[in-house]
């Protein structure tokens, strides 16, 4: 248990000081389009700090004259541990609001070219991804949405949103989903390294859909992640001698 909590302590003070790195750093190159990519560079001290080791199983693939929104499931704090590694090019973040007010990451957030959108406000949030769906259209501009609006907490795969799909529509946009093993097959308890798997789908194409099939288009890609996630999961439980 000291082990945990002390692996805690310097993941949790890494992360103030990767905050404060990362705007200093966004100062010299605010609102570029690989901004995130390059401060995730910074991030990557804290596998160390944490024990941890993910490993990539592919790289992203996409159609070099489409825009793409990626989405990715959301389980916890793990999850920049699960995306370090492998964040896609040119591709800027949707995140909640909420965001702007924790201490230097709210900040770095924003200098990135992050976008903030308050889930609250339906109509705003609406309005905003139309204007995204315009941007991406005109520019192929790409963005990272997390669908299930909420960290699952070891709940599974959470139903998807509409808005993405609904966007990816409007934009004529190619959906990249990423899959990332459950983060409580992560332990953080003994020196083993914990070990955890990411991957990405193929492009799944919004062509053919209607706005009022967001709905489809969204359990289309929740049916293909669930079933990926869960031959990651079993894929660590096989390597760790559980099954």
């Not at 705007?23 to 605010?30: A, E, K, R, S, T």
């Not at 004259?65 to 995306?83: C, E, R, T």
């Not at 953080?188 to 390294?193: E, K, V």
Request: aromatic letters at 14%; hydrophobic letters at 45%.
């Amino acid at each position: 248990m000291f082990l945990y909590y002390f692996r805690v302590f310097l993941v949790v003070t890494y992360f103030l000081l990767f905050s404060v790195m990362a705007v200093i750093f966004l100062i010299f190159m605010p609102f570029k389009p690989n901004s995130s990519r390059y401060v995730m560079k910074l991030w990557r001290p804290a596998y160390f700090l944490a024990n941890i080791r993910v490993e990539p199983i592919n790289a992203p693939t996409r159609s070099p004259d489409k825009p793409v929104i990626y989405i990715a499931n959301h389980q916890d704090l793990l999850d920049i541990f699960m995306l370090t590694h492998v964040w896609p090019h040119n591709t800027f973040v949707v995140g909640k609001r909420s965001i702007i007010f924790i201490p230097f990451f709210g900040i770095a957030f924003w200098l990135a070219g992050n976008i903030f959108i308050n889930r609250s406000d339906k109509e705003g949030a609406w309005a905003l991804m139309d204007q995204l769906a315009m941007e991406m259209h005109d520019h192929h501009k790409n963005i990272y949405i997390l669908p299930e609006g909420t960290r699952s907490r070891g709940r599974g795969l959470l139903p998807f949103k509409k808005g993405a799909f609904a966007t990816a529509i409007k934009a004529g946009a190619d959906i990249v989903p990423i899959c990332a093993s459950s983060s409580s097959k992560i332990d953080l308890h003994n020196w083993t390294p914990a070990k955890g798997y990411i991957e990405f789908l193929p492009p799944v194409s919004s062509e053919g859909y209607t706005l009022e099939q967001a709905g489809e288009l969204a359990e289309h890609c929740h049916h293909l992640m669930k079933n990926k996630i869960a031959e990651l999961d079993a894929r660590i439980d096989k390597e760790s001698g559980k099954t």
